[in-house]
C-alpha cells in the first residue's frame, strides 16, 4: 500500500538495520523567489534499489535533482551522501563522490564523438583532473579509451556507434550516450531526469532492463519519468510530487493508484500528460 506522507521526519523505505543510507535529504527546500519549487523534502535512498519520481510538470521534480547535484542551492534543509554531509560541496567535486546524472535535456559536446563523450564520464570517475583541465582539446586528441568506456558502450547498446557524432544519431541513440557517459562515472548513486523521453516502447524496454540490470551491482538509482508502466516495471519504490512536497510514497503500482496522485494529475490518464510535453 502506499502511503500518504507527512511534510516532517524522513521517510523512504527502511533498508537493513545499520545500515547508512545512500542519500539522505532532510526538510529540503529550494525556493526561486515566491516559488516553491522544492518545500520541505525528506527522504531516505539505499543501495541496490531504484527509487522513481512522479508527478504533474512543476511539481518540483528537476529541482530536486538539481538541489541533490548541487546545481542550484539549497534553501533550506540538508542532503547526507553516504552519512556525510554534501550540501556545502561544489557541483564538480560530487563526481569524485559518486554521484552521476542525466539531464531532462540532452547535453552531449557535439564536436565529440560517442566515444569521447563517453570518456568524459571515465575522466571524472578516475579523476584525471590534469585532463578534464585540458578540456575539448584534450579530449578531441587521439587515445586509448579507458576500459570504462567499452564497458559503458556495451551495456548502454552502442557498440558500431562510437565514432559517429551526436549530430548523427537519433534523439533515442543520443539519450543513450548520456546514460553511458554517467555509468563510466562508476556512480553509487545515478540520477536520470527523463532518460527515455523521445524513446519508442522497445528503446524504453532496454533502458529498464539497464536500469534493473544495474541493481546488482549495488548502484542506487533515482529515475524520474511520466511513463506510468515504465515506473512500475522499473522501480522498486516510487515518490510521488505535487507543488514541491510528496504527498504519497510506497511500491509503484499502489501509488499510481492513490488518490491524492489521481487528483494531482486532475484525472488526465498518465499517457496523455506524458504526450501532452
Ligand atoms: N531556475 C528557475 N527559476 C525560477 N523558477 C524555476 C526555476 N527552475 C524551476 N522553476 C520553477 O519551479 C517549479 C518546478 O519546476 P521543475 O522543473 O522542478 O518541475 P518538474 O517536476 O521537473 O516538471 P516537468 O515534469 O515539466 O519536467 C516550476 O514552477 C518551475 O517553473
Ligand atoms: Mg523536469
Redesign the pocket.
Known amino acids: 500500500m502506499s502511503t500518504s506522507v507527512p511534510q516532517t521526519g524522513t521517510s523512504g523505505p527502511p533498508g537493513p538495520a545499520g545500515t547508512t543510507p545512500v542519500l539522505e535529504l532532510r526538510d529540503v527546500a529550494v525556493h526561486?523567489?515566491g516559488?516553491k519549487?522544492?518545500d520541505g523534502i525528506s527522504l531516505q535512498l539505499e543501495s541496490g534499489l531504484i527509487y522513481g519520481i512522479i508527478?504533474?510538470?512543476?511539481?518540483?521534480?528537476?529541482?530536486?535533482i538539481?538541489a541533490v547535484t548541487r546545481l542550484?542551492p539549497l534553501t533550506r534543509g540538508e542532503l547526507l551522501l553516504d552519512g556525510r554531509p554534501v550540501h556545502d560541496v561544489a557541483a564538480s567535486r560530487l563526481a569524485g563522490l559518486g554521484v552521476a546524472r542525466t539531464f531532462?535535456t540532452v547535453r552531449l559536446l557535439p564536436d565529440l564523438t560517442v566515444r569521447a563523450n563517453v570518456q568524459i564520464g571515465a575522466d571524472a570517475r578516475s579523476g584525471d583532473e590534469a585532463q578534464q583541465r585540458r578540456g575539448p582539446a584534450g579530449w578531441l586528441r587521439p587515445r586509448a579509451a579507458s576500459p570504462a568506456v567499452a564497458e559503458a558502450v556495451a551495456r548502454t547498446r552502442l557498440e558500431g556507434f562510437e565514432d559517429h557524432y551526436p549530430s548523427e544519431l537519433s534523439y533515442g541513440t543520443q539519450r543513450r550516450v548520456e546514460i553511458a557517459r554517467a555509468i563510466a562515472m562508476g556512480p553509487r548513486l545515478l540520477l536520470l531526469?527523463?532518460p527515455t523521453a523521445g524513446m519508442n516502447q522497445t528503446e524504453r524496454a532496454e533502458i529498464s532492463a539497464l536500469m534493473r540490470s544495474m541493481r546488482t551491482d549495488g548502484l542506487c538509482q533515482l529515475l524520474?519519468e511520466?511513463d506510468v508502466q515504465m515506473m512500475i516495471d522499473t522501480c522498486d519504490y516510487v515518490f510521488a510530487?505535487n507543488s514541491?512536497r510528496l504527498i504519497a510514497q510506497g511500491a509503484p503500482a499502489d501509488v499510481v493508484q492513490d488518490p491524492a496522485v489521481q487528483e494531482a494529475y486532475l484525472g488526465r490518464k498518465w499517457r496523455d500528460h506524458a504526450r501532452s510535453?
Open positions: 526561486f523567489g516559488v519549487a522544492v508527478g504533474p510538470n512543476g511539481s518540483g521534480k528537476s529541482t530536486l538539481a542550484t531532462q531526469d527523463e524520474v511520466h510530487m514541491g510535453e
